[in-house]
């Protein structure tokens, strides 16, 4: 059976948790339909964890770091890295167009796409899930510029940002999708630091924890979401 689907969500295990990876498949005849894409992706998948190195690393991220790493690394993150979403990334723009100094350092840095929900008592934070990445593309290339390493979202990226990425020698992660109270947990302490202003959008300063991710964009260029579709239609 052919088949020519416009978009289509995958669930894939990751980690002990999932990830959702969000395929397009114009031009793409299977034989085995959704299901046997399916099926092939887990098996696939299965594979790269037991051929990809599950990576501990400290945040920040030095670039000669950020070089080893390669699309599909299972990567646990500890140290510090900041949130910052649609507004946050807005102003950071508009700041470096007036010449003013931005509110965090860039360089090394990783900026996790965030608005958390309130925190329950005794908690840090409430639940911390991704946001799509590609609301920050218009602004993502002028922070990598200035040195900016790791960002951490959900869903692809714009070819100007895989494009400053490899500039830069950077590297973009997915963190689980709908698994924001999971996520929480990896999250040991929050701190609001500028645009107190934009509420759950301010920029915060979190400190992690073993907080999972998984590479989709690496430094050279590489990019998940399109090499498991690719390799998928050899078939």
């Given at each position: 059976m052919a088949a020519c689907v416009s978009s289509i969500y995958i669930v894939l295990p990751c980690f002990?948790?999932?990830?959702?990876?969000?395929?397009?498949?114009?031009?793409?005849?299977?034989?085995?339909?959704?299901?046997?894409?399916?099926?092939w992706l887990k098996t696939e998948l299965r594979k790269e964890r037991a051929d990809n190195m599950e990576r501990h690393i400290t945040a920040p991220i030095n670039k000669e770091t950020a070089k080893e790493l390669r699309a599909g690394d299972y990567v646990y993150l500890t140290g510090t890295i900041?949130?910052?979403?649609?507004?946050?990334?807005?102003?950071?723009?508009?700041a470096l167009e007036k010449g003013e100094a931005l509110p965090l350092e860039m360089k090394d840095n990783v900026i996790y796409y965030m608005g958390p929900s309130p925190a329950r008592e005794s908690r840090p934070i409430g639940s911390a899930g991704p946001t799509t990445a590609s609301r920050m593309d218009k602004?993502?290339?002028?922070?990598?510029?200035?040195?900016?390493?790791?960002?951490?979202?959900?869903?692809?990226?714009?070819?100007?940002?895989?494009?400053?990425?490899?500039?830069?020698?950077?590297?973009?992660?997915?963190?689980?999708?709908?698994?924001?109270?999971?996520?929480?947990?990896?999250?040991?302490?929050?701190?609001?630091?500028?645009?107190?202003?934009l509420g759950t959008e301010a920029i915060r300063k979190l400190e992690v924890e073993n907080f999972p991710v998984i590479v989709v964009i690496d430094s050279i260029g590489q990019d998940l979401y399109e090499t498991a579709i690719r390799e998928y239609c050899k078939l």
């Open positions: 002990a948790d999932t990830i959702y990876i969000h395929l397009t498949l114009e031009r793409c005849n299977f034989d085995s339909g959704v299901q046997g894409l399916e099926v900041y949130t910052a979403r649609d507004a946050a990334h807005k102003r950071m723009y508009e602004y993502a290339p002028a922070l990598l510029d200035l040195g900016l390493t790791g960002m951490i979202g959900k869903g692809k990226r714009s070819e100007k940002v895989k494009e400053a990425i490899v500039r830069n020698g950077a590297v973009y992660f997915a963190a689980v999708g709908g698994a924001g109270a999971l996520l929480a947990g990896s999250i040991k302490a929050s701190e609001v630091i500028a645009y107190d202003d």
